[in-house]
């Protein structure tokens, strides 16, 4: 491998190859570049994507806005597409990458299931909450499933379920990810309150986000 260096100067061999290993890695972790979520510990996961640049090939209408969208999500597919040529390339030459990639993220690269239990290695406060509100869609199932209740025993045992001594619906929760307002995870996400009724797709929809 030849590498120009910030002289202008060619290099070869050991020393340069890690030095630009190690320079690359330190601009891709850059925090500015918005690539990556906060989390547990230093390990890196990328961050979601902005709404209109997820639901703008939804829209039929073409706008200004669609279209810085779409620049901005190729230009994101590129970098990672680049990412992980660097990654390959720094395994065929035997060289260590200062670049943590979470575990959870090599998983989905791989294509391995991945499960709630597994957002923890993420992020410790979201899946904690997943798994609260989970449980809440299991008593709702438990409800509707037992055969031994009335209708009317159903509504009042439905109507016991709580969150934190709170109704779903009094929280004001949205279908929006976890810190990020901005970002829904479904259309329209951000008028639709999650209630009893649809608490099992909020969960599914932050965990397929």
């Known amino acids: 491998m030849c590498i120009r260096d910030s ?9 340069p190859t890690l030095e630009f290993y190690t320079l690359v890695a330190q601009e891709l972790r850059n925090p500015e570049k918005g690539l990556w ?6 390990s890196l996961f990328p961050a979601p994507l ?6 703008q090939d939804k829209s039929r209408g073409i706008t200004r806005k669609n279209s810085q969208a779409r620049a901005e999500l190729n230009k994101t597919y590129q970098i990672f597409k680049m990412m992980g ?20 993220f090599w998983d989905l690269v791989l294509r391995k299931p991945v499960s709630l239990k597994d ?8 899946a904690k909450t997943l798994g609260e509100l989970q449980e809440i869609v299991n008593k709702k199932k438990e409800i509707e499933n037992d055969k031994a209740m009335s209708k009317e025993d159903k509504r009042i045992a439905m109507n016991k379920i709580l969150y934190k001594d709170a109704r779903l619906e009094d929280l004001s929760l ?8 901005d970002i829904e995870t479904i259309p ?8 009893l009724s649809n608490v099992e797709k909020y969960v599914q929809s932050v965990f397929n986000y």
């Open 7 to 15: 002289y202008n100067e060619e290099g070869t061999g050991l020393g």
């Open 37 to 42: 979520r906060s989390g547990n510990d230093e």
């Open 50 to 55: 902005k709404p209109e640049i997820i639901h």
């Open 85 to 104: 040529t660097l990654v390959a390339r720094s395994i065929i030459d035997e060289r260590v990458m200062d670049f943590p990639l979470n575990p959870v």
């Open 119 to 126: 957002i923890a290695k993420v992020d410790e406060g979201i």
């Open 174 to 181: 949205t279908f929006t990810f976890p810190g990020y307002e």
């Open 188 to 195: 329209n996400g951000l008028n639709e309150i999650v209630d």
